[in-house]
């Protein structure tokens, strides 16, 4: 009896998803757990692996096709061998040679397959050196390396009487990632929907990083993860959002919707673009809790391995583009937040300080926000709260 592979329960947030890639074909017997195909959302790519040992009997969506939640998308038959197909699909196995069978091309990840399918590049031409010969993106890297390399080094000299290289003007028209599509929409939505407007600051960061340099040591050896800058402002932006309720709300129509929790989300740069995994119920974390969940979320993110809810909701959003040197931006909305933080690169300035120069350790931040919502006054006034939490962090502490 054949059992049906359905598309997995999506979210309110995510309304259909995209077959992006078959990795087994009608006849192909396959393992209990083993990939079947990725369902690409506007948020991640899900993975969905056979229920059993059997055969994947019928694909009914293929690459390329919108599906919906729970929707068909092919037949599965338990304890089958396979039809005339699997004898030939082994057959161009074996003829391509053992590299094909070693380099995992089964178990890899969407990072791997995005970087393949960019430059063209078949499974079989890259060797893996990660566990059981799985081909990582360092993989795909080095070979890209070496291939744009070996030309230079094996070109024989022309003659003089040859007529002049023709310049290389090739193009190469990629369709845009469902991510990345989304995203798109996404900012030119906020841009178009919201009156947004940017108000900036400075901050002093001396007192953090003296704080951070005393005890970053025994931090770590406490907690096992690194004490980073991002805590001090997730937590200083929590208590901001506290004193301006406004900040932390959204619109709904013609209706505003206060929260009355905290969720922060934190954009992270990934191989398919920008996500904004959210970290829930901030105000509950302590330092240590808010920079390991972070650092699960950036290596979850490079490895698209982040859940649709781990990606869903949140009510504030802290952007850091100083990690890309970025000196300062003005950061887009993440709808339907209302107002988003941006930090920036961190570089010594002159500073008038009590009459004297001095050289400080400065960073310009941002503020994006919704003025439907937010007034000047109150978006001024929450920038001004952070910035004084941050150049005083003791006050983080004592919450005062």
Known sequence: MATQIKAPQFPEAVADGT???WHKQPGEAVSRDELLVDIETDKIVLEIVAPADGTLTEII???GETIESQELIALFEEGAKGTAAAPAVAEAVSESGSAAATTGG???GPAVRKMLSENNLDVAQVTGTGKNGRITKEDVTNYLKKSAVAPAVSVSPQPVASPAPVMDREERRVPMTRLRARVAERLVEAQQTAAMLTTFNEVNMKPVMEMRKRYKDAFEKAHGTRLGFMSFFVKAAVESLKKFPSVNASIDGTDIVYHGYYDVGVAVSS???LVVPV???VDQKNFA??????VAYGKKAQEGKLSLDEMSGGTFTISNGGVFGSLISTPILNPPQTAILGMHKIQERPMAVNGQVE????MYLALSYDHRMIDGKEAVQFLVAIKELIEDPSRLLLDI
Request: glycine share 8%.
């Open 19 to 21: 077959v992006a890639t």
């Open 61 to 63: 969506k293929g690459e």
């Open 106 to 108: 089964d178990s890899l």
């Open 271 to 273: 191989d398919r673009g």
């Open 279 to 281: 970290m829930k119920d």
């Open 289 to 294: 809790e808010i920079e390991s969940q972070i």
């Open 359 to 362: 050289i400080l350790p400065m």
